[in-house]
């Protein structure tokens, strides 16, 4: 055997890649993140080739200091978490302060961005290493722009699907984004091409116009509740408007889209038997809840949680939509069991 050695910081990023930037659709998600997390109210994302030859996010946010700009690019290095009692109230949608290292070890990344008062500047990374460092327009924000991804792993390049998949992976991580933020602005452009826009103006049902189309976002009813707990609030389309995959069920808590079979189970519930056999609702739900009550910290995409209070906030969820539909009048009104 070998003696044992510390990896150097370079070939940890490369094998941290592995888990972060599956595809180009995971460097929009990270990219995105960040610009939420550093409140964006307009966030512009641009792919070429199905985000294999660009991945390019633009937001308004508030940039990084100019002593901060390297330290970013360094594995662990966030701004978002300092203590393990952090990790219990996490509001942010990054912390894991993995994403921009692994992106920039497995590709050309450049870097513009400038904070209040200072004036901009544009870092170049070539395989996670610093080549430039150059002053550029001051622009508010940050601009990062991903290029030949995974040149140097030929066996990962060969792994992406076609553009046309690559391409619709992306739409849906700004789908999901733009759900989950109706307060921001997404612009999505594919090969030049405007793909998607939602308005920005902080109604989800203006949201779901856009992402599913005017018809359906007609057929839609908002729901609001709220107890010690929780707040959901939302738009579930009528049963009729059902589909044949679960893929329409989109599930926010604390603003990040997640994987809840709990919740999802839930709202089936709550539609009760208006649901054919096999079909799904379109619905997007929010829900709100401490931060104590529920742990993101599950896998490095962040998609899967782990919540205490799972059996009550099942509950309420299932009346809330309940009670949707018996108002609509297409269940009637149960007596409530004592
Ligand atoms: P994390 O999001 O988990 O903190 P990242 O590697 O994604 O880790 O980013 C590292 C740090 O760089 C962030 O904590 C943040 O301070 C800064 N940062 C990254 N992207 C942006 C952005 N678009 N605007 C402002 N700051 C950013
Ligand atoms: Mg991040």
């Known amino acids: 055997m070998k003696r044992i050695r510390k990896l150097d910081s370079l070939l940890a990023d490369k094998i941290a890649a592995g888990e972060v930037v599956e595809r180009p659709a995971s460097i929009v998600k990270e990219l995105v993140e960040n610009a939420i997390d550093a409140f964006a109210s307009v966030i512009r994302v641009e792919a070429d080739e199905g985000g294999i030859s660009l991945v390019r996010v633009m937001d308004d946010g508030l940039g990084i200091v100019r002593e901060d700009r390297e330290t970013a690019f360094e594995r662990h290095a966030t701004s978002k978490i300092q203590s393990d009692r952090d990790l219990f109230r996490i509001r942010s949608l990054g912390f894991r302060g993995e994403a921009l290292p692994s992106i920039a070890s497995v590709s050309e990344l450049q870097m513009t961005t400038t904070a209040a008062g200072e004036d901009g500047e544009t870092l170049l990374y070539r395989d996670g290493i610093l080549m430039e460092r150059k002053p550029a327009a001051p622009r508010r924000g940050t601009d990062i722009s ?193």
């Open 146 to 338: 991903v290029q030949k991804l995974f040149h140097r792993t030929p066996a990962r390049l060969k792994h992406l699907k076609s553009v046309l998949t690559e391409a619709g992976h992306i739409s849906d991580v700004i789908n999901r984004m733009a759900l989950a933020h109706p307060e921001i602005r997404f612009d999505l452009y594919h090969n030049g091409k405007k793909q998607f826009s939602s308005p920005g103006d902080g109604r989800l049902l203006n949201v779901m116009r856009h992402v599913y189309g005017p018809r359906t976002a007609a057929a839609m009813k908002e729901f609001h509740a709220q107890n010690a707990d929780f707040e959901i609030r939302g738009c579930a389309a009528l049963p009729e408007h059902a589909r044949a995959g679960r893929s329409y069920m989109t599930v926010i808590m604390n603003g990040r889209f997640v994987k809840s079979p709990i919740v999802t189970r839930a709202i089936l519930d709550g539609y009760q038997s208006l649901l054919p056999i096999g079909r799904y609702p379109i619905i997007c739900i929010h829900i709100t809840l401490n931060p104590s009550l529920i742990d993101v910290n599950v896998h490095p995409s962040k998609l899967e949680v782990r919540l205490s209070k799972e059996p009550e906030l099942s509950t309420f969820i299932k009346e809330e939509i309940r009670k949707l539909w018996s108002e609509a009048r297409l269940i009637p009104e149960m007596k409530q069991k004592p």
